[in-house]
C-alpha cells in the first residue's frame, strides 16, 4: 500500500446485471485511484485476451498490474493485425477444459493481494460469472470479502453476482441492458477501443 487515504474504511463494491459498462466502471474507478497515487491491482477471472485495452493501457501505467487468469485467446493475433474482432464469439465465457483450475488459482491470488499490503483498489473482474459457472463456490468469495485487509477497496465484477455477495457488499450497482448495437445486428462486433 502506498497510501493511506483508506486507512482502514476500505468499502466493497458489487458491479453486476446484463448491461454492458461492469469492467468499464470498475477502470474507470481503478483511473481515478491512481491518479491519487493509490494502488491498483485488477484480477481478471475467465480474461485472457492481451489485446484489451486495459491490458496495454497497465503496462504504461506505475500503479496498475492486470493479471489475467482465463484461458489466452486463440484469435489474439488475428485481433491484433485487426483480421478477427473481439465482441461476438463470447470465447472468454465459454468453459474450456482448466478453466476450474484457472478460477481456483485466482481466487487463491486473489485471496493473497486483499490481505496484502501491496494495493490500495483490487479488482475482482468477472468473479461473479465464475461463481455463476460454478468453477468457484459463493463461500470461498465470502471468506475473501470477510478475511480483506481492511484498507483495501474491494469491486466484483460479473453478470449474476450471488445474493449472498451483494448482501456482504457496501455498495451494488446493476448494469441493466436498455439497447445495445451488438444485440440488433449479427454484422455488428467490438470496436477496438470502446469495446475492447
Not at 46 to 74: M, R
Not at 96 to 103: Q, V
Request: glycine content about 8%; some cysteine.
Amino acid at each position: 500500500m502506498k497510501n493511506k487515504i483508506l486507512a482502514g474504511r476500505g468499502r466493497v463494491h458489487v458491479y453486476t446485471g446484463n448491461g454492458k459498462g461492469k469492467t468499464t466502471a470498475a477502470l474507470g474507478l481503478a483511473l481515478r485511484a491512481i491518479g491519487h497515487n493509490l494502488s491498483v491491482c485488477m484480477v481478471q477471472f475467465l480474461k485472457g485476451g492481451s489485446y484489451f485495452g486495459e491490458v496495454i493501457t497497465a503496462k504504461k501505467l506505475q500503479n496498475f498490474n492486470i493479471v489475467q487468469f482465463g484461458e489466452d485467446c486463440p484469435w489474439t493475433k488475428d485481433v491484433e493485425k485487426s483480421i478477427f474482432r473481439c465482441g461476438g464469439c463470447r470465447y472468454c465465457f465459454s468453459i474450456h477444459g482448466d478453466d476450474k483450475k484457472r478460477a481456483l488459482d485466482a481466487l487463491k491470488f486473489s485471496e493473497e493481494i486483499v490481505k496484502s499490503n501491496k494495493y490500495d483498489v483490487v479488482i475482482l473482474d468477472e468473479i461473479n460469472m465464475a461463481v455463476s459457472k460454478k468453477l468457484i463456490d459463493v463461500k470461498s468469495v465470502l471468506n475473501l470479502i470477510k478475511n480483506k485487509n481492511p484498507d483495501v477497496e474491494l469491486i466484483l465484477t460479473g453478470r449474476n453476482a450471488p445474493k449472498r455477495v451483494i448482501t456482504a457488499a457496501d455498495l451494488v450497482t446493476e448494469m441493466i441492458d436498455v439497447k445495445h448495437p451488438i444485440k440488433v445486428s449479427n454484422t455488428l462486433v467490438g470496436r477496438i477501443g470502446i469495446d475492447y
